[in-house]
């Protein structure tokens, strides 16, 4: 268990708060935290990379893309192409406001490690201590002639669980493809109109994929760790993220609404349909994401920038440092950005485990291993640690590297799209040591 005495934590805040008083005024904060590019002073291949978004757009792949990364202490490449709104002719910017889905669950997972550093949480701590009615859930089986069965926890599910998507709770964005998958989405956990204690009482009465501590399994564990975290502080998450990160980072255009400042630059989703074609899946300016909804999703529901979503990821890239402020401690972000799966845990989806290389920290993806054939196909190298949203929002922190990379569209359907490997194959390449 990480533990920090909590004086030395409240410190920590207390001085951050006071360094932006006294700073703010005079400079930006993310302008002073991450060095912007510098004309002639890298070799990165900014006209390749440029030519590579560019060509994903003209031939009518995406409707738009932007990106940045960041290469030994400076932002190395910032870019866009298309549109952020195609009906109304917005182009993508670098300050386009996009809907990051489950890159949301870094943030919230941080929020969660800040907690375990002051003693308001424990890794091992029973969830059942926070939301007893999650004691309650059943576990499901099919035998082999498809009969489902119940059966209780064996061991309850921890925090530690939930961090892992290892407390055998399932999602329901999937559709039928199992019982529980079925129920869940069926439940619909995400209506924005309910408090995230309407949703635990919703969770209570369904059952479990699995046992707690078994199996990575994606779901809405870090939903329920956003309550948890609300729960223990007394807070809503957005004010929980905007005291202990957003204001000490000076992440002005991250939160779980678009202001009314953003939302001319929010962008609108598209969705790919079999056809290949591309229609409009939400309008920018007709969005759920334009109120200051009941329900803050700490396993989804964030709006940010490419250059505040930046700073979150140089944060975690210096060891917990935003600038001058810490954030987290640096053994804090060790643990997150380091494989915390058991040998013998189980992955219930391909996307980690086995011949992927990939093993999960708190918070993200971790590869653990590579081949040569696997940073050929998609880029991916030991030490990696990042994680996607589902409008097809991704980054990754390669601190073997000193690098980290962001892109961001905005759009649903099909598999992950062939860019995302692209895209990393030639940011691996550029910042390699």
């Known amino acids: 268990m990480l533990n920090q005495d909590f004086n030395v934590r409240f410190f920590h805040h207390a001085l951050a ?25 890298t070799s990165f291949d900014r006209d390749g990379l440029d030519a590579l978004l560019t060509a994903s757009v003209e031939d009518g792949t995406h409707v738009g893309v932007s990106a940045l990364v960041f290469d030994d202490g400076q932002i190395v490449y910032r870019g866009q192409a298309g ?41 091992d701590d029973l969830v059942t201590d926070y939301v007893p009615g999650l004691g309650q859930m059943q576990v499901v089986s099919v035998d082999n002639e498809g ?44 209506d924005p109109n309910e408090t995230s204690t309407e949703k635990m009482e919703k969770l209570a009465k369904l059952p479990l994929v699995a046992q707690p501590g078994t199996g990575w399994y994606y779901s809405v564990s870090i939903d329920v760790l956003g309550h948890i975290i609300e729960t223990v502080t007394g807070k809503r998450l957005g004010a929980v993220m905007g005291e202990r990160l957003f ?28 056809d290949g074609t591309i229609s409009l899946a939400e309008d920018a300016q007709a969005s759920p994401f334009l109120t200051d909804n009941a329900y803050q999703s700490g396993g989804g529901g964030l709006v940010s920038t490419l250059d505040d979503y930046a700073v979150f990821a140089n944060m975690l890239l210096n060891g917990g440092l935003c600038g ?32 992927t290389n990939n093993g999960f920290g708190y918070g993200g993806a971790v590869v653990i291993a590579d081949t040569p054939e696997q940073i050929a196909y998609n880029g991916q190298s030991t030490g990696h640690f990042g994680w996607n949203g589902a409008a097809r929002t991704t980054y990754w922190v390669d601190r073997p590297n000193g690098a980290f990379a962001i892109l961001f569209l905005q759009y649903f359907g099909g598999e992950d799209p062939v860019l995302f490997r692209d895209f990393r194959r030639f940011v691996r390449g550029q910042t390699e040591d």
């Open 17 to 41: 708060a006071l360094t932006i008083l006294l700073t703010l005024a005079a400079c930006s904060h993310k302008d002073s935290a991450i060095a912007p590019p510098t004309p002639g002073a």
């Open 83 to 123: 549109f952020a709104d195609r009906e109304r002719g917005l182009p993508m910017a670098q300050d386009t406001v996009v809907r990051i889905y489950s890159m949301t669950k870094t943030v919230t997972s941080a929020m969660a490690m800040d907690l375990v550093e002051e003693g308001l949480l424990g890794l």
């Open 147 to 190: 009969a489902v069965s119940l059966a209780p926890q064996a061991m309850p599910m921890t925090i530690k669980d939930l961090l892992l998507h290892r407390a055998g709770l399932g999602y329901g964005i999937f559709g039928p493809i199992n019982p529980v998958e079925e129920q869940y989405g069926a439940a619909n956990l995400f």
């Open 247 to 274: 204001a000490p980072c000076g992440m002005d255009q991250t939160g779980f609404s678009v202001r009314e400042g953003q939302r001319a630059r929010f962008a609108s989703t598209y969705l790919l349909n079999e």
């Open 324 to 355: 001058n402020i810490r954030v987290l401690e640096t053994a804090t972000v060790d643990a997150m950005m380091s494989n915390q799966m058991d040998p013998d845990d189980l992955y219930l989806f391909p996307w980690l485990g086995g011949d």
